[in-house]
Structures are given as C-alpha cells and as structure tokens.
C-alpha cells in the first residue's frame, strides 16, 4: 500500500547546483502534482501533469522543471538551486475522469530541501 | 479569483473541549472547498469535502464543517479535542471543477494541551 512515494526526504545543495527530486504512484492516477511549502505560506503549486506526456505550469515554476513519460512517475528538476529554493516539496496525485474528480489529492510525505 | 482565508495561524484547545477553526473563501462561483490535516513531518490527509451537496459535511475524525455561502465561510469543527488532532489543518478552494488546481490558506496550527 505504497500510495505516493517521494525520494529523497531530506538534501542539502549548495547554490548553483542541480538536482531531480522522485516522486512515484502506484494508484494508477492520471493526474499528478509538484507542490512546494514554505513557513506560514500555505502550498504553492509549481507543476502539474494530466497523463503522461502532457505537463503544465503552476504558480510558481520558475527554476524547475518536470516531465511524466509513465503515468506513474513525475519527477521534479531543479537546475541552478538557489536559495529561495529551500523549502519542502509535496508531490501528490489524483484521479479525475470525465473533468471531474473527487477532489481528493493524495500527498507524499515530502522531501526537505536546504540551498547553502 | 478564488482565494481562502484562515482567520487564526495558530489555535489552543484542552484535550476534551470543543475545537473551531476558521475559514472564509472567495470565489466568482459556487466553489469546492476541502479541509486537509498534515500531522508532524507527514504528507497532507483529506478530512473532508464540500461539493455543492448537503452544506454540513462529516469527516473523519469526528470532524465537520459547514458551508454557508451567505457568510462565505466554511469553519472546520469538532465537539471535543483529541490530543491526536494537534496538527496543521489547511482550508482549500478549486479553481475549477476538475480539482486539478486547489488554493490552499496558509494554514492553522492546532495545540491540543492535557
């Protein structure tokens, strides 16, 4: 009963460097989510996917990037971190059919990310 | 747009005693509103959902909330407190009927004392 498993939960990069955060499902959802938590802030979405091969821009994707070649993985790049980077990162997925979905999202457990 | 409000970044209650945390929304139409727990260091768990149906939805948990659209609020409630609810409760609206972009507030911190 994996639900959303997400890879690393915790990494520390220095400024300029680069790196891909995991995320995988095994619920066979087609829609899934790159979120990013900041103190007192509330989630940002950063990118979304509504099936593989099709990915869209959230409110904030500046200095990421993403792709979704299988439904089940959706990986999160960062190239050039920077430290207004440092946050914590949800990954999360949903299933919606027909434009309409129960509205539910499942979250994976996070990955905390520190740019030095 | 549609935005949400949490009225309280952090709430106090004794364990046994009624809780209520408090939400008001924006939105140019009919909305879908969630409230999402995240307990320590975990990822955030659906407690409940209102989607144009009854106005007072049952979570989990013993938890409730109702819609009222003459206020625009949707107050997240419970008659007595658990120390296993102290969390982070997260108001949520839909942009659009597919879900496929939610507004989260900011969150409001629920201490649970003995």
């Known amino acids: 009963n994996a639900g959303v498993t997400q890879t690393p939960k915790f990494r520390i990069l220095k400024i300029g460097q680069s790196m891909t955060l995991q995320c995988a499902q095994d619920m066979n959802h087609n829609y899934m989510y790159w979120y990013r938590q900041d103190p007192g802030m509330g989630l940002k979405l950063i990118y979304y996917?509504?099936?593989?091969?099709?990915?869209d821009k959230g409110e904030v994707p500046n200095g990421y990037n993403v792709s979704r070649s299988t439904t089940e993985d959706f990986p999160l790049r960062l190239e050039l971190a920077a430290p207004s980077q440092t946050s914590v990162y949800f990954c999360?997925?949903?299933?919606?059919?027909?434009?309409?979905?129960?509205?539910?999202?499942?979250f994976g457990e996070g990955s905390r990310l520190t740019v030095l | 747009a549609q935005s949400v409000t949490q009225l309280d970044s952090h709430v106090s209650v004794s364990e046994g005693t009624p809780v209520l945390l408090r939400c008001n929304y924006s939105?140019?139409?009919?909305?879908?509103l969630f409230w999402y727990v995240q307990h320590p260091n975990k990822g955030l768990q659906l407690l409940l959902k209102?989607?144009?149906?009854?106005?007072l939805v049952k979570g989990i948990n013993g938890f409730e909330a109702e819609f009222k659209k003459s206020e625009t609020s949707f107050h997240l409630t419970k008659p007595s407190a658990h120390m296993s609810d102290a969390a982070e409760y997260f108001c949520v609206v839909s942009l659009n009927t597919g879900f496929q972009k939610l507004v989260f507030g900011t969150g409001t911190r629920l201490l649970v004392s003995p």
């Open positions: 999360a997925s949903s299933y919606i059919s027909g434009g309409a979905g129960t509205g539910e999202l499942f």
């Open positions: 939105s140019s139409y009919s909305p879908s």
């Open positions: 209102y989607t144009s149906a009854a106005t």
């Open positions: 996917s509504v099936g593989a091969g099709i990915t």
